[in-house]
């Protein structure tokens, strides 16, 4: 069910050539640590706020682990209660079958084009390109999203996909690109936010006065009710989910929640998270269709793609809690610095990459667990507790496991692994190494520092220097100054025992 | 096999640890607030929360409510105002706009050339300033509050929960509902906020607190 090819782009190039490419854009570098910045100062300042902050991200956890343990019979909970609600569910086990079930649905509605609320499930299945191959038209209505989707790009961040443009870039997408796809940018654009939301207000309005289909994801949607719910702040969402006549939602299975009191901790952990407001403009909530209000037929597509896969790995399976609000992005070290399009994938930054290399198959994705520094910052603010480092700990076993499978010779890296556990099982061996090591260094030293190491170091020894061991080690300095005395310490008297 | 029973026996096999005797409806947390982010001034916290979200909140008694709408229709210029169904008479003030109502229903063109509405909500929620419509008798269709440039609620002060878990215990799952917190707004360029994208630039809120 998982494959290398259900989370658009993945991959090309592998994480630390694409990092590189970031790395040497001062002007990306600039964008993101501003932005970056600003978002984290905003979470950390409402998430104050709530004195029992940690309590609520307790409990998310608890009911997100619970709900996963029990995803079959939540997930057919959900079914009944949507279809009793007049609305029809379908099940995809992967990209393929989900593009083909939206496709088919717009088609028999006779239209050829449909308007778009932002969505990471719709973006992993590569669902605009696979209408765009059956003819149909799909408009990205969510500002950031319209920019990309203009400027020929791909999102970088969960939530604020077009972080890595500048107002001035935009504006000359704005220029260059609106016309084309329908209602041109005004004369005399300037490059303010203001105006330049104005321009996308008037590009997409009429397009959502005659859309007949919308397609969306979910955030959340319960069980008990068959509630479905899609948080948002300029009213795009709104647009899409109440002006068409036809509304199709694809929700990867993990978004279930068992029921609607659920979302009142969810609903206080999603917006301080992600946009650091205290609760967004606008949060819809729909159960099935209502007479004389909004859409007449709805259609919810549960997206697997990899999910189950995820389910069955008792670590991982904890990266399924994750409701996308893109926290874990904005504390990254590694994020901050290489911009989300370095992960290849959708889901970029720490969240991404623990998501995407178990959605597709870890030896697929092998780069991806090490693009981090285990610094833990993306634990402390994951308002569901996930715990990212622990997952990559254990994705990055995996990845050598696949890599020791795949490979006829041992890798330089397992050899030194090899070596270094065969030196480090026996005091004995472990001694003459640090003698040579001690004596040898001195040699090739410079000041105290070791610079540019050969072979298989010499990739670590390229951006730092490697301190010069000291000239005796712990243990022969404890053997020179503790001299035995008749009856003194047992452990003395057998490491030298030993030696 | 079809996708539902593959995807459902994959979820299975992927939770064969899970013992049997573990109950998937037992939900292992009690709901509810257990800590008071409210304090013990719901409705000026509501007005404050609300405004800084860049709402315009006036706080009035109930003999003024009429003019205080009439005030926020008179700001903006309105020339034409939507009342919907099962909205207070005596709320819609007299002026120089001209009343639409959604009997039968407008057409989305129509709508999009309104001004403004005026609508009562379903409650609100004071830490967060958001008011909850659940699009009933004066709250009218969905699109009603969505496509005219300005939104005008009348909230009453006793519709004001302190906080979200308890207006959402207030809402009813089974009507379609919209949580509104401020106007329509984006921070997706440069993460600066602008106010006003796709739904109403304005959103006007009037407290009505009575004896």
Same mark, same amino acid.
């Given at each position: 069910?998982? /494959? ?10 592998? =994480? ?108 992993? &299945? ?8 059956? /003819? ?21 961040? &969960? ?5 890595? *443009?500048? #107002? ?5 997408? =704005? ?18 936010? #203001? ?14 006065? *005659? ?6 994801? $979910?955030? =959340? ?38 029921? =609607? ?143 020791? *499978? +795949? ?14 556990? $065969? ?13 040579? $090591? $001690? ?10 520092? &070791? ?12 951006? *730092? +220097? ?30 030298? /025992? #030993?030696? | ?118 609508? %009562? ?64 707004? %984006? ?25």
């Amino acid at each position: 069910m998982s /494959g290398a090819d259900n989370v658009v782009w993945l991959g090309t190039p592998a =994480f630390p050539e694409a990092a590189r490419t970031a790395l040497a854009d001062p002007q990306l570098r600039a964008n993101l640590r501003r932005a970056t910045a600003t978002i984290r100062d905003r979470r950390l300042a409402v998430a104050a706020e709530l004195e029992d902050w940690e309590e609520l991200r307790e409990t998310a956890a608890t009911i997100k682990r619970h709900t996963l343990r029990h995803l079959d019979h939540h997930l057919l909970r959900l079914e009944k209660a949507v279809t009793a609600a007049g609305g029809v569910v379908h099940w995809a086990a992967d990209a393929a079958e989900a593009n083909r079930i939206v496709t088919c649905l717009v088609k028999a509605t006779g239209e050829s084009e449909v308007v778009k609320v932002k969505s990471m499930a719709t973006q992993e &299945i590569g669902l605009n390109e696979a209408l765009a191959d059956a /003819g149909i038209r799909a408009y990205e209505t969510d500002l950031a999203e319209l920019i990309v989707q203009l400027g020929g790009d791909r999102p970088s961040h &969960i939530l604020v996909p077009a972080i890595h *443009r500048n #107002r001035s870039e935009i504006r000359e997408i =704005f220029r260059r690109e609106m016309g084309e796809w329908g209602a041109p940018a005004p004369e005399g654009l300037t490059t303010e936010p #203001r105006d330049l939301a104005e321009a996308a207000r008037l590009h997409l309005r009429e397009k959502f006065l *005659r859309a007949k289909v919308a397609v969306s994801g $979910a955030n =959340f949607a319960t069980a008990d009710t068959g509630t479905v719910v899609v948080v948002e702040s300029e009213g795009n969402g709104r647009m899409c989910l109440t002006l068409p006549e036809t509304l199709i939602t694809v929700m990867g299975i993990e978004k279930v929640l068992p029921s =609607f009191a659920d979302l009142d901790v969810f609903l206080q952990l999603l917006p301080r998270s992600s946009t650091g407001e205290r609760m967004n403009p606008y949060t819809s909530l729909w159960t099935g269709i209502t007479d004389g209000d909004g859409p007449r037929n709805f259609h919810l597509v549960l997206l697997d793609n990899g999910r189950t896969a995820t389910l069955a790995d008792e670590v991982g399976r904890q990266a399924l809690a994750c409701i996308r609000c893109s926290a874990c992005l904005n504390v990254c070290p590694v994020y901050e610095r290489t911009g989300g399009h370095a992960y290849g994938s959708v889901y970029p930054g720490p969240i991404g990459a623990v998501l995407t290399p178990q959605l597709v198959g870890v030896e697929n994705a092998a780069s991806l667990p090490f693009a981090s520094t285990l610094c833990g910052a993306c634990y402390d603010a994951c308002p569901v507790k996930i715990n990212i480092p622990e997952v990559l700990v254990h994705l990055r076993a995996e990845a050598v496991e696949a890599e020791r *499978r +795949d490979r006829l010779l041992p890798t330089s890296e397992a050899i030194v692994m090899k070596a270094a556990a $065969a030196v480090l099982n026996s005091p004995r061996r472990l001694a003459a190494v640090q003698r040579l $090591a $001690a004596f040898g260094s001195r040699l090739v030293a410079r000041d105290g520092r &070791i610079g540019a190491l050969p072979g298989p170091f010499a990739r670590w020894s390229a951006t *730092r +220097d490697t301190p010069v061991p000291a000239r005796e080690s712990l243990r022969a300095w404890w053997l020179r100054t503790r001299t035995p005395t008749n009856g003194d310490s047992r452990t003395t008297a057998e490491g030298k /025992g #030993r030696r | 096999m079809n996708d539902r029973d593959s995807v459902l026996s994959a979820i299975r096999g992927a939770l064969s640890g899970v013992p049997g005797s573990e109950s998937p409806d037992a939900s292992p947390l009690s709901h509810g607030r257990r800590v008071d982010h409210a304090g013990p001034d719901v409705v000026g916290l509501f007005a404050r929360r609300a405004a800084e979200y860049r709402a315009t909140v006036v706080r009035v008694p109930s003999a003024g409510a009429a003019a205080a709408v009439a005030r926020a229709l008179a700001r903006t210029g309105t020339r034409s105002l939507v009342v919907p169904p099962g909205f207070p008479e005596d709320l819609v003030p007299a002026g120089p706009w001209s009343l639409l109502a959604d009997v039968p229903p407008l057409t989305v063109g129509q709508l999009d050339a309104a001004d403004a509405v005026v609508t %009562t909500v379903a409650t609100a929620v004071a830490v967060t300033g958001t008011v909850a419509l659940d699009h009933g008798p004066g709250q009218g269709r969905r699109v009603l509050t969505l496509l005219p440039d300005q939104h005008i609620c009348v909230v009453r002060a006793d519709q004001i929960a302190p906080d979200v878990p308890e207006a959402l215990r207030l809402l009813d799952p089974n009507r379609p509902l919209t949580l509104v917190s401020g106007p329509s707004a %984006t921070s997706d360029i440069e993460l600066d906020r602008v106010e006003g994208v796709h739904g109403p630039r304005t959103l006007d809120i009037v407290v009505v607190e009575d004896a």
